[in-house]
């Protein structure tokens, strides 16, 4: 729960407390007139609606904390949200391939029956990271990422 949840629902049951003592002090008041009697029923919906107020807030604020039991079995606290680090890039560039003289076409996925993603220009330097039979999943300079038609690749002779 937030700090601003709890003050908040602090507040509210406060706040019923207040209006609640003037309620009681208002019946308690001899000389009922109209306006202490609507007085009187005022401070009782106040103090009502801050109490029930409060207590949702602090409700729902309990609510979305996050969970601290195990689940499935692991030991410890679970984090409030998954740490999922960057796939790293090493610092130096060093192509392994590069497209044919004619470009090539290229996919988000190793499936020629899909479209194609973008079409590659003649020449471009490519880092070959994987392969899956005649498909290379390959990476640019610039972060890009695809896969490629392996067998039409162009294997750089200079590293």
Request: charged fraction near 15%; proline fraction near 9%.
């Amino acid at each position: 729960m937030s700090a601003r949840t709890k003050v908040a629902g602090t507040v509210c049951l406060i706040l019923a407390v207040v209006f609640f003592v003037a309620s009681a002090v208002l019946l308690g008041s001899t000389g009922q007139s109209k306006a202490s009697v609507l007085a009187s029923d005022v401070t009782e919906i106040l103090w009502v609606g801050f109490l029930v107020s409060g207590i949702v807030i602090l409700w729902r604020g309990r609510a979305r904390a996050p969970r601290t039991e195990p689940v499935h079995g692991q030991v410890g606290t679970l984090p409030a949200e998954p740490a999922v680090a960057p796939a790293p890039i090493p610092s130096i560039w060093m192509p392994t391939h590069t497209t044919p003289p004619a470009g090539m076409q290229a996919w988000d996925v190793p499936d020629p029956s899909r479209p194609v993603a973008i079409q590659l220009p003649p020449n471009l330097d490519l880092v070959v990271e994987s392969s899956t039979g005649a498909w290379a999943r390959v990476r640019a300079v610039n972060g890009w990422q695809g896969w490629v038609d392996g067998r039409l690749l162009v294997g750089r002779t200079e590293h």
